[in-house]
């Protein structure tokens, strides 16, 4: 059985690019940190748009363009591309919140090998990180899933908090250290 960490949408969009906030900048440290240690499986999401963003449901609702695929801002911190390359761990591109393809491959784990915990970092933690808790929690609902709010942060600091209550609600382990 394995461990798993999921870094979710860890993009200079939402670091410190077109949607960045002070509080993702303050997480990047504890999160390679967190990657560099983690004893086991290490998987990524990567949000990804295209040209046509504004066009789409979510553009519509958040009209400011952001990771755009092959831009700047879709790639992932400098830091963790390098450990990621490096170590060739698996990215899954997502076009919305939350990765169906992540949540089928880790159910496809359980089912092989078992699982012992499913762990979750990134931003924001208020939109992405909980759509993949979530998910995650809907396809192996027998395996443990935390999220470390230390290496997550939200669009705001009061949405970051209400995400972090709402996964509690949903028996997702919130690690405050």
Partial sequence: MKDFLIVVDMQKDFIDGALGTKEAEGIVLRVVELVKNFPGEILFTRDTHTKDYLSTAEGKKLPVEHCILGTAG????????????????????????????????????????????????????????????????AFVPEVPVRVFASCCAGVTPKSHENALEAMSMCQIDVIKE
């Fill in 74 to 137: 879709w790639e992932l911190h400098p830091a963790l591309e390098k450990i990621r390359k490096d170590k060739e761990l698996p990215v899954f591109d997502k076009g919305t919140f939350g990765s169906k393809e992540l949540a089928l491959y880790l159910q496809e784990k359980q089912e092989a090998c078992g699982i012992s915990s499913i762990t979750l970092c990134g931003l924001c933690t208020d939109i992405c990180v909980i759509s993949n808790a979530l998910l995650i929690k």
